[in-house]
Each structure stands twice: as structure tokens, then as C-alpha cells.
């Protein structure tokens, strides 16, 4: 590379290193705490990066002749709640699906689509849910019933045990959706919830909420 196009590049690095290090430390500074802002010594990267400063929203107007500022801090009484993040995976067993010392399992027909399952052999090719294959990469099997109405139970039991609590939760929230999206009437067991069968808009907000709320014990 010739000298003048290596100074150039150079020339352009310096100068980007100055315009943008005055946004670095501005964006840095909304993460330090107070005692870190008024610091003597300058601390480009907050230790510990704190979001105390972003719990409150403040309000402020100098209306109407400039000469006094009015300022407020407005903290409204709301909050959100986070859907664990859901994975595609076939439902449970048929025959696994226990509540109360009863059983209900699928009839196998070809009428109504009930969720998915783990692919077999002898599953038709027909019947294999190949955009979820596309998507997710998992080779699965679609579901059908005679009963749209079959009974599931989505048990914290039935995750595979060497799954951390977070991934559970993530397993349990695709179930949820699969078993509402096959129509079928689904309840919810964790540890210290238990959330009868039932189906709709109502039992799967309630499910996953219930999966969000969860604290390990």
C-alpha cells in the first residue's frame, strides 16, 4: 500500500476516534451511578453498569419566559410481564397425560390436528410437519384426533431432567401454544401451580403467565 493512502487511513481512523468517544462517553454516562458521575477521575467503563437510572421518567419545561426550570420525576404504577421464550417441540407421550389418577390419551384419526410428536419409522411421510422441520431443524410428526377435545397435561416431570430451570420453563411455554393451537384442553403442573384443563385465550395467557411468575425453589 502506498505511504499517502496509508496516512490517509490512518488520518480517517484518528478522526473517527475523536467524534465518536464524545457518544461513547455520554452513552456511558445514563449506566454509572451518582458517585461515579462526580468522580474526579474520569471512568470510561461503569463497574458495576447500573439502570437505576432508567426507572423514572423526568419531565422538565422552562416555559414561559426561560428564566426558572420546572422539573419533575413521573414514576407510573405499571408493569409487564415476559413470556419465557417458547421451543418448538412435540407434546408429551400419549398416555402420559395424568391428572387426579386419570388418564386420557389421544384416538388416533385423521380428522383434527392435535400438535406434534416426535417422529417415528412408521410415520407416513404425509404427516411430518416439514415447515417446523425448516424452521426449527427437529423432525416432528403432525398429531391427529377424533377427540379435538383430548385432555393434556403439561407436567414439569416430563421435561427431560438435564434441562436448567430456564430451559424447562422455555419447553414447557412451546407446549403450551402447541396444545392450544391443536385444540386440545391442556392444564398446567409446576411446582407449586397447578392450573386445571381447560382451553382458549384465557387458559394460555394463564399458563404462560404462570410459566413467567415462576421462581425456583
Known amino acids: 500500500m502506498k505511504p499517502w493512502k496509508v496516512a490517509t487511513v490512518l488520518g480517517l481512523a484518528a478522526f473517527a476516534l475523536v467524534v465518536l468517544v464524545p457518544f461513547w462517553w455520554i452513552a456511558t454516562m445514563s449506566f454509572k451511578t451518582y458517585e461515579?458521575?462526580?468522580?474526579?477521575?474520569?471512568i470510561y467503563v461503569p463497574r458495576?453498569?447500573?439502570?437505576?437510572?432508567?426507572?423514572?421518567?423526568?419531565?422538565e419545561t422552562r416555559f414561559p419566559l426561560d428564566l426558572f426550570r420546572a422539573w419533575s420525576c413521573?414514576?407510573?404504577d405499571a408493569h409487564c410481564i415476559v413470556y419465557p421464550r417458547p421451543v418448538i417441540s412435540a407434546l408429551p407421550a400419549a398416555g402420559t397425560h395424568a391428572g387426579g389418577g386419570k388418564s386420557r390419551a389421544y384416538n388416533?384419526?385423521?380428522?383434527?390436528?392435535a400438535g406434534l410428536r416426535t417422529y417415528q419409522a412408521s410415520d407416513s411421510p404425509r404427516h411430518i410437519a416439514w415447515k417446523t422441520v425448516a424452521r426449527t431443524g427437529n423432525l416432528l410428526t403432525k398429531q391427529f384426533s377424533e377427540d379435538a377435545a383430548a385432555e393434556v397435561w403439561l407436567d414439569?416431570?416430563?421435561?427431560?431432567?438435564?434441562?436448567?430451570?430456564?430451559?424447562?420453563?422455555?419447553?414447557?411455554?412451546?407446549?403450551?401454544l402447541a396444545a392450544e393451537q391443536g385444540g386440545a384442553r391442556y392444564g398446567l403442573r409446576?411446582?407449586?401451580?397447578?392450573?386445571?384443563?381447560?382451553r382458549g385465550e384465557a387458559q394460555r395467557a394463564e399458563c404462560l403467565q404462570a410459566l413467567a411468575l415462576y421462581e425456583a425453589r
Open 74 to 76: 413521573v414514576e407510573p
Open 36 to 42: 461515579q458521575i462526580q468522580f474526579a477521575q474520569s
Open 156 to 176: 414439569w416431570e416430563h421435561a427431560n431432567p438435564a434441562l436448567d430451570v430456564e430451559q424447562r420453563l422455555s419447553l414447557l411455554a412451546g407446549w403450551v
Open 108 to 113: 388416533a384419526g385423521s380428522d383434527d390436528f
Open 190 to 198: 409446576i411446582p407449586g401451580t397447578e392450573i386445571e384443563p381447560d
Open 48 to 59: 458495576p453498569f447500573t439502570w437505576e437510572n432508567y426507572t423514572g421518567l423526568w419531565l
